[in-house]
């Protein structure tokens, strides 16, 4: 083959060959193209998924700390005024992203944002009810819902950071923090406050349930039976109707449950739901309740827990007769310790006044 | 024999000439899909923020002149001729709807909002004309706006400027 031949036979391979890159690297570019294409879908997807997750965290978190301000006080400013936002729960059902979320997490989401909060918040707004009571365990219970949610969110949130982390190949994002909220300080106490707090504890407490409770039961309800307290900073004054006993039977024991959660959310019927009443007359109940017990000769006694602050959320009790038969102490209520007329949730101690340990919840 | 090796047009460097073309050209193409991914994220990214800044751009001006209207209404108190405020809530409650989730704090909304209702609308929706509950009235509805604009200056302008400028940088940093 002369040179001539050979050059001419390299010049068209060349082209052949430049023709065969060319067409190969159309056929790359659009296959890896369509590749990129899905990833960044694929983050797209993703990051917007991420972005109303830390939207519903960040809504729920200022519920939150509104259900805490209007339930540090009952007279104060927080609690009639309670506003709660449901914006970004509105907008995330309506998206495509909600469908990409674990089904647990759209659960604990229903729960945290159920309708009937809010009806019970347009009640408070207009005011309905002269006490505030009704609207304190409402709002006590959505709270328990919130933090309920919310670690199943940070767990999800988790996740798709890391998906998100993954799909940009570990490049760092350029995000932006939200502001951090005062968080409002507690007032002093006042000298009624502070008289309760230095009262003598009554001797004779014993701590625990006691076993299981094998006698007569009554229908029990939450809106009846279970308080939370006006005023979570403490101290405490534990009043309730006084239960009546059978003729010739007098008080011997006066029982407390101390709760972090809601000890029980409805009513029970003493016909229809004997097993469940059983287990909460022998305080088998959620939130790591703690018993306190205590000799009682008087129906007519109130109880003055001196906590700076209480240590519990939620309290129900019964009154034991000598014949070992419980009542439960209905309308129960833990009001502010104070005199004067600045409220209607002030009490001071009467002169049957028993006094719970400080301390009795560590 | 050596002469004609030496001038073969179809020798080594031909192969590798196309060779290392082939690989330029794959190189090329997977670094421009690579770059144009990490481009797009960006850029998807910094219009997020700007969206996010149009939308405080608007609450502001609603919040400023809401504001003003109500210094207006409580100089007006201390001087008896009581001047209604006009409220401007409709882009506060628009942007509320339509923010980008996920970079505006939702709580910051809540607190602007707050600042208006329900408490200071109940009293302009309330107060009757001309009796003499209006006047006590008045009075309550000062040491109201006085409670507002405490808790406007103290706390909710400088969140909101602090969330305006974490929005600049953030925008700044992506161009």
Known sequence: MTYRTRERLAFWLGQAITAVIAFATIWFASRLGYEEAIRYARYEEARKTRNRLRELDRELASNEQAIRAALEDWDGPGARNVTLNWVAYDRAKESDEYFLLDPQTTYALSQAYADWIRSAIEKIRNRTLATYRTHALNLSLFRERI????PRLKQDLDKIEADVRRLRGGKPEVGVDPPEWPVPSRPPPTDDELAATKLAVTPGWARGAGGRYLGPLEDLSIGRHVAV??????????????????????????????????????????????????????????????????????????????????????VYGFLEDDAGQRFPLSQMHAWKVGGGRGSSYLRLPGP??????????? | MADDESMNPLGWDFWLGQLLTLGAAAFSVWLATRAGFTEAARFTQHQEFRAARNVLRLVRSDLEFSLGELRASRESIKTDKFVEPELRLENLRLATQRSPGGVIDPRLFAEILLLFEPEVREYLDTIPKGSLREKIQREEFGKLLDRVFDHADRTVMPKLSQQEHALDAAEARLR
């Open chain 1, 229 to 314: 307290p006006v005023a979570p900073r403490g101290p405490a004054i534990l009043t309730w109707t006084m239960p009546l006993l059978p003729d010739g039977r007098k008080p011997a024991r006066l029982w407390l449950c101390f709760t972090s959660r809601a000890p029980f959310e409805r009513a029970y019927s003493a016909r229809r739901h004997e097993e469940e009443l059983r287990k909460i007359y022998s305080f088998e109940v959620p939130g790591d309740p703690r018993v306190l017990n205590v000799p009682v000769e008087s129906r007519e006694i109130d109880v003055v827990d001196p906590n700076l602050p209480l240590c519990w959320r939620w």
């Open chain 1, 147 to 150: 933090e309920d949610s919310r």
């Open chain 1, 352 to 362: 049957q006044t028993i006094v719970l340990p400080v301390g009795y919840l560590q």
